[in-house]
């Protein structure tokens, strides 16, 4: 019996599958180009509008809608909430069977809905005028009862669906998803977020752990492998042996950290009379070293780029810990 991998190895392009897949992304890519054809003309000054309107609100970004516009409307608002725009989805059917109460005239709300026509909403907008609550409407009409009723009207290109009937939502949802994101991060540049606030909204996962810093993870006090310039190589071996980092920090008078002794380093300078030597005459001047506050992701690339597993890390010139690439392989960052 084929497997699935045999299968699909066989898989010529002018399989029907696959002619039919590329259909549907060059019809979805249509719908692409079409808006960012529009955000060059008709809807710029409109998403721009809608951006400070967020970025000004003192409440929060209410998203809602229903059917496939709603599933879009969830994910929305979870990269806003997520890239520093308090946000959260409120369905349009369940707004108007309590859920209102989760919107407040501080907040600013984001209506989506393709035909801007859909008898749920109508509660919502309704609500939205009696307290003044800002509205932004994405929709495909601008005459529609959500498109003129809104504070702001996102309108969105008309477009064919990749559905063969023009009927499954497809391109369309599609566009929604895209513009969405397109505020979403329009915010996030305007707000200056950056990877450190980033780092605080996503503590889980690999994204989380790539988002530690050096600190978390570094090994500091009586871990750190150091010894003094005018060591004996073998006193030098037994601190680096002992603490098990493939390394030792080599440190002046002043504790300030000038060299480092490595595996690297002990194949090298193999000779009969190495354990009598002076680590002046081994170690490597002026190693790599890091700070504490630098993300993991970052440590990671450095060990990587350099062809190392282990940097010290420094506080000025003073060693203050040492992380190896085992611990990020074990806090998940690689």
């Given at each position: 019996?084929a497997?699935s991998?045999?299968?699909?190895?066989?898989?010529?392009?002018?399989?029907?599958a696959?002619?039919?897949?590329?259909?549907?992304?060059?019809?979805?890519g249509?719908?692409?180009?079409?808006?960012a054809?529009a955000?060059?003309?008709?809807?710029?000054?409109?998403f721009?509008?809608?951006?400070?309107?967020?970025?000004?609100?003192?409440?929060?970004?209410?998203?809602?809608?229903?059917?496939?516009?709603?599933?879009?409307?969830?994910?929305?608002?979870?990269?806003?909430a997520?890239?520093?725009?308090p946000a959260?989805?409120?369905?349009a059917?369940?707004?108007?069977h309590?859920?209102l109460?989760?919107?407040?005239?501080?907040?600013?709300?984001?209506?989506?809905s393709?035909?801007g026509?859909q008898?749920?909403m109508?509660?919502?907008?309704?609500?939205?005028?009696?307290?003044?609550?800002?509205?932004?409407?994405?929709?495909a009409?601008?005459?529609?009862?959500?498109?003129t009723?809104?504070?702001?009207?996102?309108?969105?290109?008309?477009?064919?669906?990749?559905?063969?009937?023009?009927?499954?939502?497809?391109t369309?949802?599609?566009?929604?998803?895209?513009?969405?994101?397109?505020l979403?991060?329009?915010?996030?540049?305007?707000?200056?977020?950056?990877?450190?606030d980033?780092?605080?909204l996503?503590?889980?996962?690999?994204?989380?752990?790539?988002?530690k810093y050096?600190?978390?993870?570094m090994?500091?006090?009586?871990?750190?492998?150091?010894a003094?310039?005018?060591t004996?190589?073998?006193?030098?071996?037994?601190?680096?042996?002992?603490?098990?980092?493939?390394c030792?920090?080599?440190?002046?008078?002043?504790?300030?950290?000038?060299?480092?002794?490595t595996?690297?380093?002990?194949r090298?300078?193999?000779?009969?009379?190495?354990?009598?030597?002076?680590?002046?005459?081994?170690?490597?001047?002026?190693?790599k070293?890091?700070?504490?506050?630098l993300?993991?992701?970052?440590?990671?690339?450095?060990?990587?780029a350099?062809?190392?597993?282990?940097?010290?890390?420094?506080?000025g010139?003073?060693?203050t810990?040492?992380?190896?690439?085992?611990?990020?392989?074990?806090a998940?960052?690689a």
């Amino acid at each position: 019996m084929a497997t699935s991998k045999s299968r699909a190895a066989k898989t010529h392009p002018s399989d029907p599958a696959v002619q039919s897949a590329l259909r549907t992304l060059e019809t979805e890519g249509s719908g692409i180009d079409a808006l960012a054809a529009a955000l060059q003309g008709p809807i710029g000054a409109p998403f721009a509008a809608a951006a400070e309107l967020i970025r000004s609100a003192k409440g929060r970004l209410i998203i809602t809608g229903l059917g496939k516009s709603g599933h879009i409307g969830r994910k929305i608002a979870a990269t806003f909430a997520s890239t520093g725009t308090p946000a959260f989805f409120v369905h349009a059917a369940e707004a108007s069977h309590g859920d209102l109460g989760m919107i407040t005239a501080d907040d600013v709300i984001l209506a989506i809905s393709w035909s801007g026509e859909q008898p749920e909403m109508k509660n919502l907008i309704t609500y939205a005028k009696r307290f003044r609550i800002a509205l932004v409407a994405m929709t495909a009409d601008g005459a529609s009862t959500l498109g003129t009723a809104a504070d702001v009207a996102l309108v969105l290109p008309k477009a064919r669906e990749a559905c063969p009937h023009n009927l499954a939502p497809t391109t369309s949802s599609l566009m929604q998803l895209a513009l969405g994101d397109a505020l979403a991060i329009a915010l996030l540049e305007g707000r200056g977020f950056t990877s450190t606030d980033f780092s605080v909204l996503h503590p889980g996962g690999k994204l989380g752990a790539m988002l530690k810093y050096v600190r978390d993870l570094m090994h500091a006090g009586d871990a750190l492998p150091l010894a003094a310039l005018g060591t004996q190589m073998s006193d030098a071996l037994v601190e680096m042996t002992s603490k098990g980092f493939g390394c030792v920090g080599i440190t002046d008078a002043h504790g300030h950290l000038v060299g480092i002794v490595t595996d690297g380093d002990l194949r090298r300078h193999m000779r009969p009379d190495l354990m009598t030597a002076r680590v002046d005459d081994v170690m490597t001047e002026n190693p790599k070293t890091i700070p504490a506050n630098l993300l993991a992701s970052e440590a990671l690339e450095i060990l990587n780029a350099s062809k190392i597993t282990a940097l010290i890390v420094t506080d000025g010139r003073t060693p203050t810990g040492i992380v190896h690439l085992h611990d990020l392989l074990r806090a998940g960052v690689a």
